[in-house]
């Protein structure tokens, strides 16, 4: 039992849209055995005690039922954490309150299949160059910032920074599945995001105002808390 009376549970900490190289990508911890933290405030301290900008809780490992949690609140839905758990998990279909989402691997990459309408609202900011995102500072709390400018625009190349402006001890999100749903709704195209210091995520339109949003995950440590 830990100091804030959460259980002793085991976590597979993954990372989530690494970059080519295998580095970056942004941490995730998965909860397997959700069973052993059946209410939400014991998952919501785990998760704000981790400091991870997600945790998921795998309630049903055969349907892919899983709840996803910030260091300070609930969501529907998140990008990142899907993606590493349809990997760890190995499977095709992912179970949450908004919908089925779905799941294929492809080679080094993990796709899920979801709607941009299931994203939490985030504001999606362009700038006029890649090294003015760069250079930009970490913005007071307040709204969820995505900031992004073109590297080429024809090949669909983007360069993007995400500020989540919870005041929760995330100040930047290493790499954000849901923004990029939102971006590619936006655009109405395929998009290859550099995204943090060196994360990478794919995205693709598909039939039916569908997505697909594909990445690497990589099992970085097993911890118990």
């Not at 970059?19 to 919501?44: C, F, I, K, W």
């Not at 809780?57 to 758990?85: K, M, S, W």
């Not at 970490?138 to 024809?154: K, N, Q, R, T």
Request: proline share 6%.
């Amino acid at each position: 039992m830990t100091e804030n009376g959460v259980p002793d549970v085991l976590i597979d900490v993954l990372r989530v849209f690494c970059g080519p190289d295998g580095r970056h990508g942004n941490a995730l911890g998965v909860v397997r055995e959700g069973s052993a933290l059946p209410d939400e405030a014991a998952r919501q301290a785990l998760a704000k005690e981790l400091g991870f900008s997600e945790t998921v809780f795998v309630d049903d490992p055969e349907r892919g039922a899983v709840d996803i949690y910030t260091p300070g609140l609930q969501l529907p839905f998140a990008g990142h954490p899907l993606v590493g758990a349809a990997w760890l998990l190995d499977i095709d279909v992912l179970e949450l309150a908004v919908g089925d989402v779905f799941a294929r691997q492809d080679g080094e990459f993990t796709w899920i299949t979801a709607r941009a309408e299931w994203a939490p609202p985030r504001t999606l900011r362009q700038y006029g160059s890649a090294a003015e995102v760069d250079a930009l500072e970490v913005p007071e709390p307040g709204e969820w910032v995505y900031a992004w400018a073109w590297e080429d625009e024809a090949a669909g190349r983007v360069r993007a920074r995400g500020f989540p402006g919870r005041g929760d001890g995330v100040e930047e999100d290493e790499a954000t599945g849901a923004a990029a749903l939102l971006l590619t709704a936006l655009l109405g195209r395929a998009l290859n995001i550099t995204q943090g210091a060196g994360s990478q995520l794919l995205t693709a339109p598909g039939p039916d105002a569908t997505i697909e949003l594909g990445g690497r995950v990589r099992l970085e440590r097993a911890l118990t808390r």
